[in-house]
Structures are given as structure tokens and as C-alpha cells.
């Protein structure tokens, strides 16, 4: 059976799950935290233009997904109360995931790119029960959860003088970016060694752009003739497949999170879910355990939104 090749939604049959945890981190003082592992065989997709399902299972694919269940600091993570709500697990206690009868049961989960370290892989992202709607992926907030969301949100900024305010009813105001403190001064040669390391990451970008190019178009050998591109192949339903190469960009942490809170509103995502979700990316991106938003460098931010958005369902 092949892994999975494409990004989306799918419903699928557990083909077998296990207690796991995650690898730590002795010098950066990050413990191994508890996950579920399922590894899940594809059997429909969701075709988001005719909006239905469509078969899949003639790929002969899986996908395996890592769920942690806590997070560093942070208490239960949003797999915690998916693998509640899809499996029945009641937790408490972490190894019981291990033994839950659930082998052959036919789940829906979603599959995002994920770009980090300027390696694109495909990632599960999010578990449903089988009937959901996809899409709908919003959870109510309890009072703890709100609680623990102002408490990311005053992390995050990093300068809030007290407790951030809980959202009232279906107010569409866009919440107020986090103010970064200014950059402390640096002498020439330092600027200078920044320059010559984002020139190299350029480099990087533009020979990657060559490479893909090169697998789209064909390569010409030099002698008039041209080895032909590369295929892939497609979903059922005829969505073509292609491989796109973005520009290298920057982004200051304003626009990042203007882009971040546009994109919450479109998918109606809370503001709670959108600052806890940032989090989480943070986290993972610049390796901080309780990181603000000056941690992420401009050349990272086009990466986290990216990643943070995919998680909201968004484009």
C-alpha cells in the first residue's frame, strides 16, 4: 500500500493504532510526550467542487497519523478531545489508547501540506467521525479553555497588562495585532552576516524553482533533444495534480497575523481557535516553548501562516 500522495479530505478504514510517544528533546529540555498512532487505508475523497464523496480506494493508499495528546506547557492539545470524540477514549489515562477496539472502524481525516524547515510533506492534521461535515471543524471553548487561550494570547504578545478580554456573541471586530518590541541594535558586521545568510537561503529557493521546473518541463540535454517531464498520478475524479514552487517572500509579524485573524473569519474559526492554533505553530517553528511573535523571523512567517491557515481549512 502506497503513502499518500495528495491533499485533502478522506474517509478512510483503521487498519491498526498504538500508544506511542513522541521523540524529546534532551538538549533543548523538551520531554517525549504521549500520541495515538493510527494508521488509516483511504477509501473515499472529497471532491470540494461537486462537494461529495468519490472512491478512492483503487490508489491503494494510507496515511498515518500522530496524534499528541498534550502539548509542552500547555496541557491537553486539540488531538486530545478529537480522539475522545472519534474513538471513545475517556482521557484519563494516556495508555489506554493503546487497547480501544477500534481496528476496522472508518474515520474521516484530513491531509494538509506542511511546510517546515523548507520541506513540503504531507501531514494529518485533523480527525472526525465518519458522517461530519467537512469543513466544520469548530469546537466550543469551556471556561478552562478560555482561560488557557488568554493565557497563549498574553504569551504571545508578550507586553499584555491583563487578562484579554472574552469574545462576546458574533463580534467581527479584527482583535488588535500583538505589538513586537523593536529590534535592539546591531553593529555592521552582524547586519552584514544576516545579509549574506538570507542571499544563501535565496540561492536555496532559486535552485529549487530550477529543479521542479526541470521535472514539469522536461531538462534539455544539449544535443537537441529533451527529456521528457515527470507524470504523477491523479485523483478519480480528474483533479490535476501539479507541483508549484512559490517565491521566496518575507512577512512582518503585523501582516502575519492581520492574514492569520482574515483567514479565521473566513472559515469561522473563533478567536480563540486562531490564537491557540498560532501557538502551536510557533511552537513547532521557531522550537520555543512559550514563544511571542519576534521569536519567527520575517523570511518564517509566510511559512507558519501557511501552515496555520491550512489548519483552519483555508486556502
Request: hydrophobic share 35%; glycine share 8%.
Amino acid at each position: 500500500m502506497n503513502k499518500v500522495s495528495f491533499a485533502g479530505t478522506f474517509k478512510g478504514r483503521v487498519l491498526e493504532h498504538a500508544y506511542g510517544e513522541t521523540k524529546g528533546n534532551v538538549e533543548e529540555g523538551k520531554d517525549s510526550l504521549p500520541q495515538l498512532i493510527v494508521d488509516v487505508a483511504l477509501e473515499w475523497i472529497w471532491n470540494e467542487k461537486d462537494e461529495g464523496w468519490q472512491d478512492y480506494a483503487d490508489n491503494d493508499e494510507h496515511a498515518v497519523a500522530y496524534l499528541h495528546l498534550f502539548n509542552h506547557d500547555e496541557g491537553e492539545s486539540l488531538y486530545h478531545a478529537q480522539v475522545m470524540k472519534v474513538f471513545g477514549w475517556d482521557g484519563t489515562l494516556v495508555t489506554d489508547v493503546d487497547d480501544m477496539g477500534v481496528d476496522d472502524k472508518i474515520i474521516q481525516i484530513r491531509v494538509e501540506e506542511n511546510d517546515f524547515n523548507d520541506k513540503i510533506t504531507l501531514k494529518v492534521n485533523w480527525i472526525d467521525e465518519e458522517d461530519a461535515v467537512p469543513g466544520q471543524r469548530i469546537r466550543r471553548f469551556s471556561a478552562a479553555d478560555l482561560k488557557a487561550s488568554a493565557s497563549k494570547f498574553a504569551i504571545l504578545s508578550k507586553k499584555s497588562k491583563g487578562a484579554v478580554s472574552k469574545p462576546r456573541g458574533k463580534n467581527k471586530s479584527t482583535p488588535a495585532a500583538p505589538k513586537t518590541q523593536g529590534a535592539s541594535p546591531v553593529d555592521k558586521a552582524e547586519k552584514n552576516r544576516l545579509r549574506r545568510e538570507q542571499e544563501l537561503k535565496d540561492k536555496d529557493v532559486k535552485d529549487a524553482a530550477a529543479e521542479v521546473a526541470a521535472v514539469e518541463n522536461g531538462v534539455d540535454n544539449g544535443d537537441g533533444t529533451t527529456t521528457a517531464p515527470l507524470k504523477r498520478s491523479m485523483p478519480k475524479f480528474g483533479n490535476k495534480a501539479e507541483i508549484k514552487e512559490e517565491a521566496a517572500s518575507t512577512m512582518t509579524a503585523e501582516e502575519a497575523w492581520g492574514k492569520i485573524v482574515e483567514a479565521g473569519k473566513n472559515n469561522n474559526i473563533s478567536d480563540g481557535d486562531v490564537q491557540g492554533t498560532l501557538f502551536e505553530e510557533l511552537v513547532e517553528a521557531t522550537g520555543e516553548k512559550e514563544p511571542s511573535l519576534k521569536d519567527a523571523t520575517n523570511a518564517e512567517w509566510p511559512a507558519i501562516v501557511k501552515s496555520t491557515i491550512a489548519r483552519f481549512g483555508g486556502e
